[in-house]
């Protein structure tokens, strides 16, 4: 069974850093370079929404739009952990993230639907402070 645990969420200033990590477990050796993977947040009350995808092969991402340009989303497959590096952080920003993950062979381009991934985490609380 493939678990995802996310890490990196803190309390910060308004324009500050965080690099978040999420770190798969239960995927064989080898294989976590099949899996795209994807960033969620979500505030209490809302829906839970996109951030930011990478194709299973890392050479595609997409980022929702109030986060191109300030997040990064990038994948160590030997490590088996994807990362959102976030910078110029906004009070806006302030959710609980979580990693997505889903086993694949035919999608080669990013996915922002959460629904169609298999795997998530428990997520992490990021707060930006104004």
């Known amino acids: 069974q493939v678990q995802l645990v996310e890490s990196g969420g803190d309390v910060v200033q308004a324009g500050g850093s965080l690099r978040l990590s999420c770190t798969a477990s239960g995927v064989p050796s080898g294989t976590f370079s099949r899996y795209a993977l994807g960033w969620f947040r979500q505030v209490p009350g809302k829906e839970r929404e996109f951030v930011a995808a990478i194709s299973r092969t890392g050479g595609s991402t997409d980022y929702e739009d109030s986060a191109k340009g300030r997040f990064t989303i990038s994948i160590d497959n030997a490590k088996k952990t994807v990362a959102l590096q976030m910078n110029s952080l906004k009070a806006t920003d302030t959710a609980g993230y979580f990693c997505?993950?889903?086993?694949?062979?035919?999608?080669?381009?990013?996915?922002?639907?959460?629904?169609?991934?298999?795997?998530w985490g428990q997520g992490t609380q990021v707060t930006a402070s104004s």
């Open positions: 997505y993950a889903r086993s694949t062979i035919s999608q080669v381009a990013p996915i922002r639907d959460g629904e169609e991934y298999t795997y």
